[in-house]
């Protein structure tokens, strides 16, 4: 199994050198700010596959510094993690790169989250008892993990200890960091943004679509009806990520 897989990156590592020389042509390396729950496995599959596994991810601890660092390969041609805008700005500023971010519908990002953990918590510990929907919409927002679309495009990382409280400064300045992005892959938007993505980079031989890149699993999930409370919850948890994501609807309308 092992010299299968060496074999298929050794393969792609040659088929996508076109790719690799036609994007060098107008971007010195890709950056990807991944926001979690978004499809983000899709880009990942994108382009590892359209740049034969040249990348990697970087996972960066407490203090926002990198922990860890997982290679697709050792030519480091674009980058990928769940860090913040900060983290980004302060580690990979420059006018050349080409700069990508993934969003959903907020309140999906949320549901998503939920549904998936629970599924995997089953399937874990299945003796143990998860929260209800409800408990872990709560849990979320009290521990500022709302609005995760602008704590992200703002440099506040939610995933790492953060007591600061969302406010319009902090939304303000997430609409401001989108100019950075050549490109917002949208969920509900996938088939255009796919197809659009490409023609940014200028690839030539776009192997994801040739070898089957769907959609992220989750990216049409159909979620059970919720109650009014996970409503009003979710509704209060996203005001400011509703107003970013529509923002982000309407600049990705040119295609």
Known sequence: MVLIKNLIRIIFKIISLPNIFFCKKNFKKIIFLHVPHCGGNTLHRFLKYNFGFRGKKIITDNNNEISKILEDGK???YNFGHFG?????????DK??????????????YLSNYYRDKKYNAIGDPGNKFPSLEEFLKNKKNSNRDNILCRYLSGLFIYKNNKTIMTRDIYENAVKNLDMFKLVFIIENSDACLTELPKKLNIKLNYAKIF?????????SEYPAISEEAKEILESMTYYDNKLYKIIVEKNKNF
């Open 75 to 77: 030519d480091n041609f």
């Open 85 to 93: 805008f900060d983290f980004m700005y302060k580690n990979f500023n």
């Open 96 to 109: 050349s790169f080409f700069y990508l971010l993934n969003v959903r519908n907020p309140k999906n990002i």
């Open 212 to 220: 089957y890149n769907k959609a992220n699993k989750h990216s049409n």
